[in-house]
């Protein structure tokens, strides 16, 4: 199993990002996918998920209203869309799947919100 995101960057508050996660290794669309973020110093937190077809989506409410997930089965990759992005909403990004009762994660990818 692999996962491999992508997308981060500085922006400044206010402003847009979409992060992506390839998968592979795996059938990616028989699973849940999760987006999770952790900032310095803090506990990794969970942000969003979504169901094997994209019917079921969730969000914390921290980021419900401005952060939107999606996927394409047929890529094999997962997306969040992240607008009117916050400096709390600075952390590494990282997608998540729990394939085989086994949490997966990819490296992650540095989102910083500041002007």
């Known amino acids: 199993v692999q996962l491999v995101e992508s997308g981060g960057g500085l922006v400044q508050p206010g402003g847009s990002l979409r992060l992506s996660c390839v998968a592979s290794g795996f059938t990616f669309s028989n699973y849940f996918m999760s987006w999770y973020r952790q900032a310095r110093g803090k506990e990794r937190e969970w942000v969003a998920g979504i169901t094997r077809a994209g019917g079921n989506i969730n969000y914390a409410d921290s980021v419900k209203g401005r952060f939107t997930i999606s996927r394409d089965n047929a890529k094999n990759t997962m997306y969040l869309q992240m607008n009117g992005l916050k400096p709390e909403d600075t952390a590494v990004y990282y997608c998540?799947?729990?394939?085989?009762?086994?949490?997966?994660w990819g490296q992650g990818t540095q989102v910083t919100v500041s002007s």
């Open positions: 998540n799947a729990r394939v085989w009762g086994q949490d997966y």
